[in-house]
């Protein structure tokens, strides 16, 4: 299986702050790479597909990017609505599988 | 619009059959895929099977000798099944239509596995 190693775990930002996370995939993925954005009690809402498109009503300050075997969720300036749990997904080949999540949360 | 429903019990006891339900509406089934996904409680997301627009099926590994995917397109509604519970797998159920991968969302069901 394709195992997501997703960083960091938590995540303490201000408001404003550029902010990154990043998961590595452990084999080739292509561009087969999802972002998730779950708040407590919610399902989750696909941000990025494709590891670097926006998925419909994101807000423009999200953006996904890829180095390699290294993708990344970069939020340009946060916001307190951006205050989640976000999970990366691998979609190359079966099983899927996500990375382990970070929390992200007011410093 | 997309909507996908799960519904199933909110309790079984151990070593029992876990059923649920996604009935699912706005999309065809044999269209697009169906994806399972749970949750444990405070924990992080778990794939854990899917069906394809044309019928194939995949499983989580570690899961694949319980489980059992399959549709009734008459009725738009995707079942999983899964056996031998454990308390381990107490957790909230998602199911999501899939393309490459999950992109709407159900709500969730909540299933607790306790005697």
């Known amino acids: 299986d394709i195992q997501m190693t997703q960083a960091p775990s938590s995540l303490p930002a201000s408001l404003g702050d550029r902010v990154t996370i990043t998961c590595r995939a452990s084999?080739?993925?292509?561009?087969?790479l999802r972002w998730f954005q779950q708040k407590p009690g919610k399902s989750p809402r696909l941000m990025i597909y494709g590891a670097t498109n926006l998925a419909a009503g994101v807000p423009s300050r999200f953006s996904g990017s890829r180095s390699g075997s290294d993708y990344s969720l970069t939020i340009s300036s946060l916001e307190s609505e951006d205050m989640a749990d976000y999970y990366c997904l691998q979609s190359k080949e079966s099983p899927l599988t996500f990375g382990s999540g970070t929390k992200l949360e007011i410093k | 619009q997309v909507q996908l429903k799960e519904s199933g019990p909110g309790l079984v006891q151990p070593s029992r059959t876990l059923s649920l339900t996604c009935t699912v509406s706005?999309?065809?089934?044999?269209?697009?895929?169906v994806s399972w996904v749970r949750q444990p409680p405070g924990k992080g997301l778990e794939w854990i099977a899917a069906i394809w627009s044309g019928g194939s099926t995949d499983y989580n590994s570690a899961l694949k000798s319980r489980l059992s995917i399959s549709r009734d397109t008459s009725k738009s509604q995707v079942l999983l099944k899964m056996n031998s519970l454990q308390t381990e797998d107490t957790a909230m159920y998602f199911c999501a239509r899939s393309t490459r991968g999950p992109d709407y969302w159900g709500q969730g069901v909540m299933v607790t596995v306790s005697s």
């Open positions: 706005g999309f065809s089934l044999t269209s697009y895929g």
């Open positions: 084999q080739d993925i292509g561009n087969y």
